[in-house]
């Protein structure tokens, strides 16, 4: 079992940035794959960026060049850093561990994000 935990968040106006953090512990041996999800208000819960623990990551098109995310394995945590933000990205933000059992691409549709998830920290975004 991982623990996540997620602070961070908050609320800013359009065209700001914000970097969420998310800190695994427990058996963080048994994950490979760190994953950003959000879910906005009445919207089904959707994949934004993902990261393999070997560094390959992966952006679903609509937040290419707006979100980064990167890991300090050494700290067990993962960042999403996301910039030029919109008022459509307001949502809860959610991360999640998994583990892929071959390749090194975390997709956000695979079926890997069933478990470990936190607890989810909100952003909103002003116009």
């Known amino acids: 079992q991982v623990r996540l935990v997620e602070p961070g968040g908050g609320s800013v106006q359009a065209g700001g940035s914000l970097r969420l953090s998310c800190t695994a512990s427990g058996y963080t041996a048994s994950y490979n794959c760190m994953g950003w999800f959000r879910q906005a208000p009445g919207k089904e819960r959707e994949g934004t960026a993902t990261?393999?623990?070997?560094?390959?990551?992966y952006y679903v098109e609509s937040v290419k060049r707006r979100f980064t995310i990167s890991q300090d394995n050494s700290k067990n945590t993962v960042y999403l850093q996301i910039n030029n933000l919109k008022p459509e990205d307001t949502a809860m933000y959610y991360c999640?561990?998994?583990?892929?059992?071959?390749?090194?691409?975390?997709?956000?549709?695979?079926?890997?994000?069933?478990?470990?998830w936190g607890q989810g920290t909100q952003v909103t975004v002003s116009s």
């Open positions: 990261i393999y623990r070997g560094g390959v990551t």
């Open positions: 999640a561990a998994g583990r892929i059992r071959s390749g090194v691409y975390c997709f956000p549709d695979l079926p890997i994000w069933n478990n470990d």
